[in-house]
């Protein structure tokens, strides 16, 4: 199921919306890549991306949580932290048996699932936090 763009999941600070909106696109891609039973290099080069932009994003939220001392910094990179390894082992699981549905299912629970809750829950508390205090 793609995850599609929407203003509930903007935070209202510019970069990291465009860096949502970048992992939804890519995301998107894999999940397409998946169902149409694409090559497992097309698959593992998107998941590979994704790997990077992933530690690109958090350590760009991080940087602005330390920078302005959000208090519940500790917590929210708790959350990347977890994410990180639960993507590791989609990662692994792809190595192991390739892409297809399981692959999907999998995505959908730990990444879609994950990235909507995070931005729907958390994202938008710090959000507001920063928003006063960047000057873009």
């Not at 530690?55 to 500790?74: G, N, R, T």
């Not at 917590?75 to 993507?87: D, G, K, L, T, W």
Request: proline share 2%; aromatic share 12%; charged share 25%.
């Amino acid at each position: 199921m793609a995850i599609l763009w929407s203003n509930e999941y903007s935070v209202g600070v510019p970069l990291i919306d465009q860096q949502h909106q970048e992992l939804f696109r890519r995301i998107n891609s894999l999940l397409d890549a998946c169902n149409q039973g694409q090559g497992k290099e097309k698959v593992a080069e998107i998941l590979n991306f994704l790997e990077e932009y992933v530690k690109v994003h958090f350590s760009s939220e991080e940087e602005f949580m330390i920078k302005y001392a959000y208090p519940e910094y500790l917590a929210h990179r708790n959350q990347h932290q977890h994410f990180v390894e639960n993507f590791m082992n989609l990662k692994r699981k792809f190595e192991e048996e390739g892409a297809g549905i399981s692959l999907v299912v999998t995505t959908n629970k730990v990444v879609v699932d994950w990235l909507r809750n995070h931005i729907l829950l958390t994202d938008t508390k710090l959000g507001p936090f920063l928003k006063g205090r960047i000057k873009e």
